[in-house]
């Protein structure tokens, strides 16, 4: 199992992104799948989180800014950045809970990041 994000780059304070990330590989199911982020000189810190039924959790500091979503047909899950900050400059990260099976127990994946750098 992979998860491949993309969606990261350069983007003035106030403008937007959005952020991808696709599983693939053997995969029975996906539960929950949620973006984090790491700013420079700081511990990796949760953004935003979706369950298979959309349930969803954002940090403080991106409410109403950011919106998580998915598509399960996909098995990707979005992360719509609008409104963004200095602050928000840091490596996004896609993390996904993945049974490979149904009688195994889901295991916790990581994708490799995608720089998102916003400038004033």
């Known amino acids: 199992v992979q998860l491949q994000a993309s969606g990261g780059g350069l983007v003035q304070a106030g403008g937007s992104l959005r952020l991808s990330c696709a599983a693939s590989?053997?995969?029975?199911?996906?539960?929950?799948m949620a973006w984090y982020r790491q700013a420079p000189g700081k511990q990796r810190e949760l953004v935003a989180v979706?369950?298979?039924?959309?349930?969803?959790n954002y940090a403080d500091s991106v409410k109403g800014r950011f919106t998580i979503s998915r598509d399960n047909a996909k098995n990707t899950v979005y992360l719509q950045m609008n409104s963004l900050k200095l602050e928000d400059t840091a490596v996004y990260y896609c993390?996904?809970?993945?049974?490979?099976?149904?009688?195994?127990?889901?295991?916790?994946?990581w994708g490799k990041g995608t720089l998102v750098t916003v400038s004033s």
């Open positions: 590989g053997s995969i029975f199911s996906i539960n929950v």
């Open positions: 979706i369950t298979s039924d959309t349930r969803i």
């Open positions: 993390n996904a809970d993945i049974k490979t099976k149904l009688r195994l127990p889901p295991q916790h994946y």
